[in-house]
């Protein structure tokens, strides 16, 4: 299978947005574990993607 640039760009930035609006979250609300943990989730999900 080729690699499609414009697909992975798109998936790329809704992710960046998602994990961005999760860190300020995570800003506003510093003492939140559910927050810290759905942070180190979804950092372990981003790392075991190729």
Do not use: C, W, Y
Not at 39 to 44: G, V
């Amino acid at each position: 299978m080729a690699f499609d640039q414009t697909k992975f760009q798109v998936r790329f930035l809704e992710e960046a947005r998602e994990h961005n609006s999760g860190l300020l979250e995570s800003e506003r609300n510093s003492g939140d574990a559910e927050t810290m943990i759905a942070l180190i989730r979804a950092a372990h999900s981003h790392k075991d993607q190729p």
